[in-house]
C-alpha cells in the first residue's frame, strides 16, 4: 500500500517569502500525484496535480510543484506568498491504474504574516 | 462552493444515539467517497461508491454504515459510535471511480463530535 509523507506540519512564513512544502510517497509502481488546499472555513479543493509528462506541473494562484521520480517527491513551491495563501495543505497520492482511492498526507498548515 | 453539499454541518451526538450524515451532489459524477478528518492524522478513505455499487470497505467498523440510494446521494448512517469518532467527516465525487485521472470535488464536511 501507498503512504504520504510531509515532515512540515506549521509553517510560518512573511509576506513576499518563498514557500516549498515537501512531499515524499512509498509506493513502487507508478503514481498520480496530487496537491490540495482547505483555506480556513472551506473545503478541500485541487491546487495541481502531475500524471506523467512535465514533471514541472503549474497549479491555480502560483503554485507549482516539481515530480522527482528518483526522489519519490513531489514538493509543493510558490516564490511569493501571499497573506490569503495560509491555509492547510495536503498532498495525496494514487496509484496509476488503480483506481481513484486518494491517500493523503497528514497536511501542513501554512501561516503567512503580513 | 464544488457542487457537493453535505448535512448537518456540525452533529453532536451520544454514543447510544443513532444519526445520518448525507452528502448530495450535483456534478453528474457516479462515484462517492467518505473520507474522516481526524486532528494530526491524514484523511482516510473510509467508503467508495461507483454507480450505486459499493467498490470499497477500508475496513471500518460496522457502526458506521453507508448508503447510496442513487448515484446523487450518499448517506452514512451513525450508530452506536465512541468518543474516538469524532472528527470531520468529507464526502467527495468525482467522474467515476476506476479512473485515477478523475479530480475529487469534497464537500465542506460535516464536523461531528460523540460524548
Known amino acids: 500500500a501507498q503512504s504520504v509523507s510531509q515532515h512540515n506540519h506549521h509553517v510560518i512564513l512573511s509576506e513576499a517569502a518563498s514557500l516549498e512544502l515537501g512531499c515524499n510517497y512509498s509506493?513502487?509502481?507508478?503514481?498520480?500525484l496530487f496537491w490540495y488546499v482547505q483555506y480556513p472555513g472551506q473545503h478541500l479543493q485541487l491546487l495541481l496535480k502531475?500524471?506523467?509528462?512535465?514533471?514541472l506541473v503549474k497549479g491555480i494562484k502560483g503554485f507549482e510543484a516539481e515530480f522527482i521520480k528518483s526522489k519519490f517527491s513531489f514538493n509543493l513551491r510558490k516564490p511569493s506568498v501571499q497573506w490569503s495563501d495560509t491555509a492547510e495543505y495536503f498532498c495525496?497520492?494514487?496509484?496509476?491504474?488503480?483506481?481513484?482511492?486518494?491517500?493523503f498526507g497528514t497536511g501542513t498548515q501554512l501561516k503567512v504574516e503580513l | 462552493e464544488t457542487g457537493v453539499t453535505q448535512t448537518p454541518r456540525h452533529l453532536v451526538m451520544g454514543m447510544t444515539n443513532k444519526k445520518s450524515l448525507k452528502c448530495e451532489q450535483h456534478?453528474?459524477?457516479?462515484?462517492m467517497y467518505w473520507y474522516k478528518q481526524s486532528a494530526k492524522k491524514p484523511l482516510e478513505l473510509m467508503f467508495v461508491?461507483?454507480?450505486?455499487?459499493?467498490?470499497e470497505n477500508n475496513s471500518v467498523p460496522s457502526r458506521f454504515s453507508p448508503e447510496c440510494p442513487n448515484s446523487s446521494h450518499l448517506f452514512l448512517h451513525l450508530h452506536t459510535l465512541q468518543p474516538e469518532d469524532s472528527a470531520l467527516y468529507l464526502c467527495?465525487?468525482?467522474?467515476?471511480?476506476?479512473?485515477?485521472?478523475?479530480?475529487?470535488?469534497f464537500g465542506p464536511g460535516t464536523r461531528l463530535t460523540v460524548l
Open positions: 467527495a465525487s468525482s467522474q467515476d471511480a476506476g479512473g485515477a485521472y478523475n479530480e475529487q470535488f
Open positions: 509506493y513502487g509502481g507508478t503514481v498520480n
Open positions: 502531475y500524471f506523467s509528462g512535465d514533471p
Open positions: 495525496a497520492v494514487t496509484p496509476t491504474g488503480g483506481g481513484n482511492k486518494l491517500t
Open positions: 456534478l453528474g459524477h457516479n462515484a
Open positions: 461508491y461507483s454507480l450505486e455499487e459499493r467498490v
